[in-house]
């Protein structure tokens, strides 16, 4: 069997994957990519946030996002049963990026992915990793081209960017239960005909079910007059409905009245697809010779769209940590690449279960709103879940339950 050799390996050609490579290949970094899919392929997640651009940018990879030419974003909206509130992200606690994209995500990927063999990585679809091997000098992957014979990589470190795929998790053994309750996500693409004046196309749209705190929809537009639309839920309440995916979905979103005011021109045209039991977490985040980037690692929910920011966030703190153990240096993996992402991702989760408690909706939507307070949560919502000059960041949950407390009233 033949063996290749490269400085890093790179399981999954997604945005960490991508953005892990344009980092190291900055650093001079030998970098294969190995992608099991064929690009460009659908997958959710579609609304950016802020503070991702600054990880983007720093892989080298701007120009090529703002001349893909997708809907530019500045915010998120809220509606419930007829409230309605709205973020603009560039009024904000924290300094950084205020504006991003609503994005295709197969389409994205793919110019990031582009990007990053443009930098000089080495970019395989198509090629699935079978088994790993870390008792070696080298860690040892096993690969499956889509024709040929299989072959060996031996990397000086391997990168895990196959998000739901979690590859290394499976191998390894390192997955663990995640302690979010099981929900599931019903969602297509539709031609969305939403009439100019009545939808601001540059902030994604949350709305809450009238009746069940817990039940909540996405509305992500596209540029080209398309956009995402999801629901997600618990598992037994999207059980209770019958018939395909797409009228499960649309007798969901017909259950409420503004939703169903917004798409009902909507041009249904996309198969629908589900995923359920997405929340998932593992033992730990690094081992001798690997990490877990994004997705492969933790993924919480998709109600504030942290995936994409969590994923190039580890990303950046990853090759970091790579420049300077390839200078020599003893990294303490623990310490500088695990502990720093989880902070993030804890504030994110504080967060995510307020909403889905009720506490978190009662502040967004309450009627007198601190200006600062809401340049705080601004601040958050637009991923700057690790600005610790931020109170709401720095003492997260002990100040949401102060403010859950004081908006109950």
Request: aromatic content about 12%; glycine content about 8%.
């Amino acid at each position: 069997m033949k063996t290749e050799s490269t400085d890093i390996l790179i399981i999954g050609a997604g945005p960490s994957g991508s953005v892990a490579a344009g980092l190291l290949r900055k650093q001079g970094r030998d970098v294969l990519i190995l992608e099991r899919e064929q690009f460009p392929r659908f997958s959710i997640g579609e609304s950016l946030l802020p503070q991702s651009m600054q990880y983007i940018e720093e892989a080298g990879f701007l120009q090529d996002v703002v001349e893909a030419g997708f809907q530019f974003k500045n915010g998120a909206a809220f509606e419930r049963s007829g409230r309605y509130t709205d973020f603009d992200f560039r009024d904000k606690f924290s300094p950084g990026w205020g504006t991003t994209y609503q994005v295709e995500r197969g389409r994205f990927d793919h110019v990031l992915a582009q990007a990053a063999e443009r930098k000089g990585a080495t970019l395989r679809f198509r090629h699935e990793v079978l088994t790993v091997d870390f008792s070696g000098e080298k860690p040892e992957v096993t690969v499956r081209p889509p024709e040929g014979e299989t072959y060996r990589v031996q990397a000086r470190f391997i990168l895990d960017a196959s998000g739901f795929g979690r590859v290394l998790p499976r191998l390894l053994n390192l997955e663990t239960p995640s302690n979010f309750p099981v929900r599931g996500a019903i969602f297509t693409h539709v031609e969305d005909r939403i009439p100019v004046g009545t939808f601001d196309r540059n902030k994604i749209r949350v709305t809450t079910h009238p009746e069940h705190v817990h039940v909540w929809y996405w509305t992500i537009p596209f540029s080209g007059g398309r956009c995402s639309l999801g629901v997600v839920a618990k598992k037994e309440y999207l059980e209770q409905y019958t018939g395909t995916d797409t009228e499960r979905l649309q007798a969901i979103v017909n259950e409420t009245p503004s939703l169903r005011e917004l798409l009902k021109d909507a041009v249904w045209d996309t198969p629908t697809r589900k995923l359920t039991g997405y929340a998932a977490n593992v033992k730990s985040l690094w081992g001798p010779g690997f990490a877990l980037l994004g997705n492969a690692g933790e993924f919480l929910d998709p109600v504030f769209s942290s995936g994409v920011t969590i994923a190039v966030k580890s990303a950046s703190l990853a090759a970091a940590c790579i420049a300077r153990e390839f200078a020599g240096e003893k990294v303490d993996w623990e310490a500088d690449y695990a502990k720093p992402l989880k902070a993030g991702v804890d504030t994110f989760r504080t967060f995510v279960e307020s909403w889905y408690e009720g506490g978190f909706q009662n502040i967004i939507f309450h009627p007198n709103p601190s200006p600062d307070v809401r340049k705080m949560i601004s601040a958050i919502l637009a991923g700057y879940a690790w600005d610790k000059n931020n109170p709401y960041v720095a003492d997260s949950k002990r100040r949401l339950r102060v403010l859950e407390e004081l908006c109950a009233v």
